[in-house]
């Protein structure tokens, strides 16, 4: 069984405001992910990390920027929210093999208004 | 250019009968392949997964067939059960520069009634 960790699952948000939505794992694992689903769609991957100080966009051009201060940690920050950016983001992470699953978090429901 | 499809957006199956999701793929690097449950509001949960050197996977009640040459996979559920129901995608992954990046298709809603 996975562990990890997204806060807030939910956030209803003014627009213009800055969020920062927070991903935790305790597995070890150096790569994590995010990724962006709306309703009825498939995830798309907005950005990767391969370790501590790496960080790469994904296959989905997004707003968000990311960071990897710490293994277990990858936040998502938004500068300032637009009713755009309403949608639901999932975190994951996995170990260092040429072919891993990635486990999810529970995920965020972000509504912008 | 969606490189994972599934094209079933639904799927009705009465429980204890055989529930079986499809999934089509058009880029011949991918090399390994997922299928995922997710309920709503909740993350996606691994089911099992299958690397292209193999044809089938199974784990309990879950098995994964994997077509190369038709680059067709698909998900069987026997028996099937109530709480199967759910969204199910499949995924696919690729080495090189995609290294362990995943595509995953649409999704198609299993509902499956006692």
């Known amino acids: 069984e996975a562990d990890i960790y997204q806060t807030p699952r939910y956030l209803v948000i003014g627009t213009g405001k800055k969020i920062t939505l927070e991903c935790s794992q305790t597995m070890g694992h150096d790569k994590m992910y995010w990724y962006q689903q709306d309703p009825g769609m498939e995830l798309h991957l907005i950005h990767y990390s391969y370790g501590v100080n790496s960080t790469e966009k994904g296959d989905l051009s997004s707003e968000s920027t990311v960071s990897r201060i710490r293994t277990e940690h990858f936040p998502l920050t938004l500068e300032s929210a637009r009713p755009s950016h309403t949608s639901q983001y999932l975190c994951a992470s996995s170990m260092w093999r040429a072919a891993d699953t990635q486990y999810f978090g529970p995920g965020t429901r972000l509504t912008v208004l | 250019d969606q490189q994972v499809k599934q094209n079933s957006p639904s799927l009705s199956v009465q429980e204890g009968r055989i529930s079986i999701l499809n999934c089509d793929y058009t880029?011949?690097?991918?090399?390994?392949f997922l299928w995922y449950k997710k309920y709503p509001a909740e993350g996606p949960t691994f089911l099992i997964s299958?690397?292209?050197?193999?044809d089938k996977n199974e784990d309990g009640r879950f098995t994964v067939f994997l077509n190369k040459s038709a680059k067709h996979l698909s998900l069987h559920i026997v028996p099937s059960q109530p709480g199967d129901s759910a969204v199910y995608f499949c995924?696919?992954?690729?080495?090189?520069?995609?290294?362990?990046?995943?595509?995953f298709g649409q999704g198609t809603i299993l509902t499956v009634h006692p």
């Open positions: 299958i690397s292209s050197i193999k």
């Open positions: 995924a696919a992954s690729a080495g090189g520069t995609s290294y362990g990046k995943l595509t």
């Open positions: 880029n011949s690097m991918f090399d390994y």
